[in-house]
């Protein structure tokens, strides 16, 4: 538990990668966001996914992890842009989404609520993917969305009732 004045807080990541080697790419980039990022305290099982939002021949193999982190969101995303660029990813062309080595998502922080140009957490979009709510209600079901004031589990469920 931590002290309620403890500059930590926990930060829930969303990784991807498609091209390459996935697990050891998804290995490697959760090594260097404990490096640089902060401690990761769990790490969910990695699941194989479609891709969604562009064609490809290559499957997903995504994954979801807690960091124990002092950074602001704004030096999170920079140090996790900075592992995606040293890993090989790629700048997008225009707006469509290509196959990558690593992808690197912040899902949520705490009750951090942001919605910036450069920045939106919670992710606007997590809860209607699969591959970022599985392994997310895997470590973290009783993690509370602050925008709907529902668990995680409940969005799972959610999701699944919606899709069935």
Known sequence: ???PLSPYRSCYLALGSNIGEREANLKEAIALIGER?????????FIET??????????????????????????????????????????????TY??????????LIG????KSPLLSIPHPAFRER????????????????PITGKTIEELWNRFRALNA
């Open 1 to 3: 538990m931590l002290c």
């Open 37 to 45: 990022i902060g401690e990761v305290k769990q790490i969910s099982s």
């Open 50 to 95: 479609q891709p969604m939002g562009f064609s490809s021949e290559h499957l997903f193999l995504n994954a979801a992890i807690e960091v124990l982190t002092p950074l602001s969101p704004e030096e999170i995303l920079k140090k996790a842009k900075e592992i995606e660029k040293e890993m090989g990813r790629k700048e997008k062309s225009g707006q």
């Open 98 to 107: 290509e196959d990558r080595p690593i992808d690197i998502d912040i899902i």
């Open 111 to 114: 009750k951090t609520n942001i």
């Open 130 to 145: 699969d591959f970022v709510l599985i392994p997310l209600v895997e470590i973290a079901p009783d993690v509370v969305d």
